[in-house]
């Protein structure tokens, strides 16, 4: 799996992150999100808890997949913006047990 593209690279200065969209060429089956973040971490040089993958599409017909992605100058900044379900998904948050 490789970075093929970079379509957009710009910092939001108002949320305190960098925002992404690539393309991004695998070989089988469309990557998980952690395969991505690792991906990431190691071209961008951030930690992995930094890094959020917003979007993750397939594009049709192709070995090739389309990512939304922040990555945040501090944890706590991902965990003040970013959207509940999105954090559940990378493993940032627990989900709390509910009983009734």
């Known amino acids: 799996m490789k970075v093929a ?7 939001n200065k108002l949320l305190n992150r960098r925002e992404l969209e ?5 070989e089988s089956s469309t990557p998980r999100r952690e395969e991505v973040r690792e991906l990431v971490a ?5 930690e ?4 959020i993958v917003e979007k993750l599409e397939s594009l049709f ?6 990512a939304h992605i ?3 100058e501090r944890p706590e900044d991902a965990l003040a913006y970013e959207r509940r379900h999105i954090l559940k998904r990378h493993g940032l948050i627990q989900e709390a ?4």
């Open 5 to 11: 593209e970079v379509k957009k690279d710009w910092f």
């Open 22 to 26: 690539l393309i991004i060429e695998y």
């Open 42 to 46: 190691k071209k961008y040089g951030a």
């Open 48 to 51: 992995k808890e930094r890094i």
């Open 61 to 66: 017909g192709t070995l090739k997949a389309k």
């Open 70 to 72: 922040h990555i945040y």
């Open 97 to 100: 047990e509910q009983s009734g």
